[in-house]
Every structure is written in structure tokens, then in C-alpha cells.
């Protein structure tokens, strides 16, 4: 895999459990309940995704449960769905990050490759500290706005 092969794309909406900021009645400022919003996705070269929120959950659970079938039912999609989605980003990736033994019977048919599993936890980490950057940078934002607007 090449260096700067990856994109790290802007901020749109993520749910996020942050602190909310709100302004005393007392204020001249009217009461707000406000807090930032994130969207981190990774994108190869040519544009397509190859890692999102979504495909991060469903890989996490293809490597809890050890089952696609399994995987897709923990996040809510379908079986169809979900291979789709783990193609799609093998393609763009050129990379495989599932191996998957069809048929059979018990658990563990299905498993991350070495890729994958550095790939969920960089991913991973890489979304918390945005989540942080953008929390505190929010935070100290918005008490220097709501300063300028009290009384």
C-alpha cells in the first residue's frame, strides 16, 4: 500500500455525546443547546470510500461474532448488504479484509485480515482524537461567543 494513499475528508454530521452549551435565561443571549457534528471517512485516491463509520461497525462485528451472517444482523443490515459494502472497500482498497469460508456449520467462518484489524484500531483512534480536537476547539469556541453576548 502506498504512502498518502488516503484522504482524510471534512467535518459533517456524526452523533457525538459531548457536553452541551447552554446560556442562562438571565443572559441576553436566549437559551441554546448546541454541539458539534463529525463525519470521518477514509477515501482512496480515486474517490471511492474505503472506510466510514458504518463499515467500521460491521467489520467490528464480523470480528466479534466471526460470522457475516452474524455481523450483519448485530448492525441491523442485511447479509447482502454487508458483503456488498466489505467488497466495495476491498476494491477501492485493493486489499482484501475478510476472509470468508462459505458453508459449513459453527462459528468463526468468517475473519479480519491483518489489514483490517490495524486498520479498525488506527481508524478507531484516529476518530477519538478528531471527536477531542473538535470538542475542546468547540468548547472554547463557544464560551468565547457567549462572553461577547452577555450582559
Keep these: ?23 442562562s435565561p438571565r443572559q441576553s ?3 441554546v443547546a ?15 470510500s474505503v472506510l466510514c463509520s458504518g463499515l467500521y461497525e460491521m467489520l467490528q462485528a464480523v470480528e466479534e461474532t466471526g460470522s457475516l451472517k452474524h455481523a450483519a444482523a448485530r448492525v441491523d443490515r442485511s447479509y447482502r448488504f454487508v458483503w456488498a459494502r466489505i467488497r ?13 469460508r462459505l458453508g459449513g456449520s459453527g462459528e468463526g467462518r468468517s475473519r479480519l485480515t491483518p489489514l483490517a484489524v490495524d486498520l479498525l484500531r488506527e481508524f478507531g483512534e484516529l476518530r477519538e482524537q478528531v471527536f477531542r480536537l473538535v470538542d475542546d476547539v468547540f468548547a ?6 457567549l462572553a461577547r453576548h452577555t450582559d
Excluded at 448546541?34 to 471511492?48: A, I, T, Y
Aim: one cysteine or more; aromatic letters at 4%; a positive charge.
Design 140 to 145: 472554547k469556541r463557544i464560551d468565547e461567543t
Design 88 to 100: 466495495e472497500a476491498e476494491q477501492s482498497l485493493g486489499a482484501t479484509l475478510v476472509e470468508a
Design 34 to 48: 448546541v454541539r458539534p457534528r463529525v463525519k470521518l471517512w477514509l477515501q482512496s485516491e480515486d474517490g471511492n
Design 1 to 23: 500500500m502506498r504512502a498518502g494513499m488516503f484522504r482524510l475528508l471534512k467535518v459533517c454530521q456524526v452523533h457525538r455525546k459531548v457536553p452541551l452549551m447552554s446560556v
Design 29 to 31: 443571549v436566549p437559551a
